[in-house]
T-cell receptor, first 111, second 116 residues
């Protein structure tokens, strides 16, 4: 069983809609959670991080964390075609420095 | 400030040849990571260094893979001999020691390796 699970998609939403991306993890000792965006042919870039239970908002992006359910999600409001990319969930356990990445969810925002 | 620099950006080689990938991390970052990305296996951590010292190399697939970090500004990943199944995009990332946005890993542009 993979340590970090994501629906591979593809997920398609119309422009202006809310895109919801989900991620579950198996290690209860996980402390830090990250969402990376990767455009086709490019490298991953960080868009959000969250450490505590609840919601964290940054512009159009909201990360949600529920440690009891071992679940982290990313909401993208007012989705734009430029948001079309693969979104990678990454988890870090305890004081470790390495990240474990999910396989990514491919998002397409239709104009 | 320049980001993580990797070279070459593309490498095509024949099976059995030695391949060396290079990485220059962001100045002042304490950690350096090497990843491999394929469609089948996603993004996998191969090895990471802290202050030039290898900390965890459990992701290195075989003895054919080796990595070094002779100083804070340079690292290499070597594959000898290369095999077609090594074809992938290899990313180098660096990270400072910190919290929040400073806790993140910054990825280089990657090296696309094709082994024929």
């Amino acid at each position: 069983q993979k340590e970090v699970e994501q629906n591979s998609g593809p997920l398609s939403v119309p422009e202006g809609a809310i895109a919801s991306l989900n991620c579950t993890y198996s290690d209860r000792g996980s402390q830090s959670f990250f969402w990376y965006r990767q455009y086709s042919g490019k490298s991953p870039e960080l868009i959000m991080f969250i450490y505590s239970n609840g919601d964290k908002e940054d512009g159009r992006f909201t990360a949600q964390l529920n440690k009891a359910s071992q679940y982290v999600s990313l909401l993208i409001r007012d989705s734009q075609p430029s948001d079309s990319a693969t979104y990678l969930c990454a988890v870090r356990a305890g004081s470790a420095r390495q990240l474990t990445f999910g396989s990514g969810t491919q998002l397409t925002v239709l104009p | 400030d320049a980001g993580v620099i990797q070279s070459p950006r593309h490498e095509v080689t024949e099976m059995g040849q030695e391949v060396t990938l290079r990485c220059k991390p962001i100045s002042g970052h304490d950690y350096l990571f090497w990843y491999r990305q394929t469609m089948m296996r996603g993004l996998e951590l191969l090895i990471y260094f802290n202050n030039n010292v290898p900390i965890d190399d459990s992701g290195m697939p075989e003895d054919r893979f080796s990595a070094k970090m002779p100083n804070a500004s340079f690292s290499t990943l070597k594959i000898q001999p290369s095999e077609p199944r090594d074809s992938a995009v290899y990313f180098c990332a660096s990270s400072p020691l910190g919290r929040g946005r400073a806790d993140t890993q910054y990825f280089g542009p990657g090296t696309r390796l094709t082994v024929l």
